[in-house]
């Protein structure tokens, strides 16, 4: 691999990101690089009214991954690195395709272009999968107040986008790695055996 491996892993809204990658971060001692939720003033608003805050929100989120992606390049990815994060910056994309319409989402998709075509992008990605039902529980395991009011067809439209997503990106950077992983089926929360195997994957890449 000709640089120091960045580390992506993604997956709808509550597959265990968070978790695997922090669980990883531990395991191979590599610096975890974490999104910022319980900060964000247009989550609440968002989930409350999608048209009137999908705007704004969207923004921010590009924003912040932006000016976190750029740190992340000077600290760990130009110096050969290794980094893992808790998500992909295309998810920018995967969202906004799904919650802005019209002009917004035209004006949205030249400022990502623009932002992020020259970024580092990860070069392997763990691609949690799990239903809704999974999902579900785990959201409202979590316990955030502002969640509860995810639409479970929001939801499972995310799914679906995240498949179509990865697929394409597959096609279009067919050098990244993208590792499948089922997350209503392997538990690496409860079952220690289940994380080694994901363990062992990552290394065989990284290696
Ligand atoms: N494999 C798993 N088994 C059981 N609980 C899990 C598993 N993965 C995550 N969780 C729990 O589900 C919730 C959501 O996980 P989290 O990592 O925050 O998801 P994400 O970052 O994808 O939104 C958390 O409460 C976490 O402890
Ligand atoms: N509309 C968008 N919502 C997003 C985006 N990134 C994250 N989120 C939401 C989904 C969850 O409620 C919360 C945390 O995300 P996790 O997947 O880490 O649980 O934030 C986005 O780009 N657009």
């Known amino acids: 691999m000709k640089r120091g491996p960045f580390i992506a892993v993604e997956g709808p809204i509550g597959a265990g990101k968070t978790t695997l990658a922090s669980m990883l971060s531990t395991e191979l001692n590599i610096p975890i690089l974490k999104e910022i939720v319980e900060e964000n003033p247009f989550l609440d608003k968002f989930y409350q009214n999608i048209d009137e805050w ?3 929100l969207e923004m921010f989120f590009l924003c912040n991954r932006y000016k976190q992606l750029e740190d992340t390049d000077l600290q760990y990815i130009a110096q050969d690195k290794p980094v893992i994060s808790d998500y992909h910056i295309y998810k920018n994309l995967i969202f906004a395709e799904r919650t ?3 002009i917004k989402r035209e004006k949205y998709r030249q400022i990502y272009h623009i932002l992020t075509d020259d970024l580092p992008k990860p070069n392997i990605i763990l691609y949690i999968r799990a239903n809704l039902d999974t999902l579900l ?4 395991k979590r316990g955030r107040d502002f969640e509860e009011q995810i639409d ?3 939801l499972q439209q995310l799914i679906e986008d995240y498949d179509t997503a990865m697929a394409s990106l597959a096609e279009r950077e067919p050098a990244t790695i993208i590792v499948p992983i089922n997350g209503s089926e392997v538990d690496f929360v409860e079952h220690p055996e289940q994380f ?3 363990v062992a994957q990552v290394k065989e890449f990284i290696q």
């Open 137 to 140: 529980y785990r959201i409202s």
């Open 152 to 154: 479970p067809a929001y």
């Open 100 to 102: 802005l319409k019209g």
């Open 196 to 198: 080694a195997r994901i």
């Open 54 to 56: 999908s705007f704004q």
